[in-house]
């Protein structure tokens, strides 16, 4: 079963930017559409970015214009650069293998641990 790795989390002053990184385990990665998603304290999980095998992306509205994912298959790793950070964009960020099919883009593995993004004002 593929297992991630999220990496590169911190606290940063709202402007500021961070990149996240996804390290995947197992063969078919550069197969697999993959996206990143958030978790905020009393709010579901979302989905922020998605990249399929394609290069078909898919970002929230409210990243739009400040977040850019992208992978590299001989790494097996998918990243989410994140700039011009908001106290709005603290949360959990996850990564995970997704199906992606027209609009539809919907996590089928396992779940990480996360990484941590705090922004303050």
């Known amino acids: 079963q593929v297992q991630f790795v999220e990496s590169g989390g911190g606290l940063v002053q709202a402007g500021e930017s961070l990149r996240l990184s996804c390290a995947a385990s197992?063969?078919?990665?550069?197969?697999?559409?993959m996206g990143w998603y958030r978790q905020a304290p009393g709010k579901r999980r979302e989905l922020v970015a998605g990249l399929s095998s394609g290069g078909r992306t898919n970002y929230a509205d409210s990243v739009k214009g400040r977040f850019t994912i992208s992978r590299d298959n001989a790494k097996n790793t998918v990243y989410l650069q994140m700039n011009s950070l908001e106290p709005e964009d603290t949360a959990v960020y996850y990564c995970?293998?997704?199906?992606?099919?027209?609009?539809?883009?919907?996590?089928?593995?396992?779940w990480g641990q996360g990484t941590q993004v705090t922004v303050f004002s």
């Open positions: 995970n293998a997704v199906v992606a099919y027209g609009s539809s883009w919907r996590p089928f593995g396992s």
């Open positions: 197992g063969s078919t990665f550069s197969i697999t559409s």
